[in-house]
């Protein structure tokens, strides 16, 4: 058996063949990494959680649902209505919406899609109810203590002015912070979309793998273990910190800008802060270095580069975008956004190098296959 992408089995067809049982038990053995790596993080998360009193809670998972099943609503309802625009108006087909219905009818009885979804869902899931306790592990295992030599070093970094005071024209327009802000809390959406767009693929990859693989190592990593390493809680609790008032300019101004617009960093911001003085219960913790906004950012812009060069091209526009709304909004230290982007282009890499040397042509065989176009495509 060969190692390479080329030696997949090159079917196009949709595949209803194979019971499901067996469809799921297959996939999961071509998912053993992506569930080893999730098991191993609500494993940590247990001994973890017992060493601070916050066990996993399963009922988080009723949350994740939530969500999940609301993205399949907002997704399939948007995607129906365009594919029915098109048949009608476009194809001008003689019944579009039958053509709509028999096209669902084989989506939603696709086997092999449903046993490779279920596997993909069932490893984030698991990944997801482990990482929320071991994030708001972090500033109860090691208090912070690295915020003024990150302040202190971007300062350095970025010739003696702090990032956001050599950004200061966007700073004084209330509308452009507002704008950053929406896109910051846009990056939640884009975050559904893609996770769970890769989990109920057509057909399964490497390519796939590498997204969802990548996708928790950074998460683990960068958001666990080097944020435990270097705790830090970011330039919106500098002050509070007792640090010094590096960052009150930009604090008021966006107290400033908030009176015009609703900036709901400030909000959000002030939630966690009482999470972690102890007036409220369910915190997901504060953790400043790096900063995984902008870490899965830019892992999703590597990530849809491969699937189209143009939205590519979006998607790494909206990385610069959150990583400068990190800054303005005073979230992070520009050294927490440098160092997240190259935790993510770092483990991206690795995953791929890793996939494409030991993973032979039976691993795809059974999930139907990629067209060729897609086959002979190396990871990178």
């Not at 098109?86 to 019944?95: G, I, K, Q």
Request: net charge positive; with cysteine; proline share 3%.
């Amino acid at each position: 058996m060969q190692n390479t992408f080329g030696s997949l089995d090159t079917h196009t067809g949709t595949d209803f063949g194979g019971s499901l049982s067996g469809l799921l038990v297959e996939s999961f053995f071509r998912h053993r990494t992506i569930h080893a790596v999730a098991l191993f993080t609500l494993g940590l998360a247990f001994v973890v959680g017992t060493r601070v009193r916050n066990l996993p809670d399963f009922a988080l998972l009723g949350e994740y649902g939530f969500y999940l099943g609301a993205y399949f609503w907002i997704a399939g309802c948007a995607y129906a209505t365009y594919r029915l625009l098109w048949l009608a108006f476009v194809e001008r087909a003689t019944s579009p919406l039958r053509l709509l219905l028999g096209s669902l009818y084989q989506l939603l009885a696709d086997r092999r899609r449903i046993a490779n979804g279920l596997n993909g869902l069932a490893a984030i899931m698991a990944f997801a109810s482990g990482f929320a306790v071991l994030k708001g592990a972090i500033a109860v295992l090691a208090p912070f203590s690295w915020d003024q030599t990150l302040a202190q070093s971007s300062v350095e970094l970025h010739f003696g002015r702090a990032a956001f005071q050599w950004l200061w024209w966007i700073v004084e327009s209330p509308l452009a912070i507002y704008l950053l802000n929406l896109c910051y809390n846009l990056w939640f959406a884009v975050l559904l979309a893609l996770v769970f767009s890769s989990i109920a693929a057509a057909r399964d990859s490497l390519l796939r793998h590498q997204f969802l693989l990548s996708f928790m190592l950074v998460w683990l990593i960068g958001g666990f273990v080097i944020a435990l390493a270097f705790s830090s809680a970011g330039p919106c609790y500098y002050g509070r910190l007792g640090l010094g008032d590096l960052f009150q300019p930009l604090m008021d101004a966006l107290q400033s800008a908030n009176r015009q617009y609703p900036i709901w960093a400030l909000s959000v911001q002030e939630s966690l802060w009482s999470g972690q003085m102890g007036s409220t219960s369910g915190r997901m913790g504060i953790s400043a270095f790096p900063s995984i906004h902008v870490a899965s950012s830019v892992l999703f812009a590597l990530y849809v580069t491969r699937l189209s060069t143009s939205l590519g091209i979006v998607m790494w526009a909206f990385a610069a975008i959150i990583m400068v709304g990190s800054v303005l909004l005073g979230w992070h230290y520009a050294l927490d956004g440098y160092a997240g982007a190259l935790i993510s282009i770092t483990i991206w890499k690795i995953t791929g190098a890793v996939l494409s040397r030991t993973t032979d042509a039976w691993f795809l065989a059974g999930a139907g296959s990629l067209p060729c176009t897609q086959a002979s495509l190396p990871v990178r």
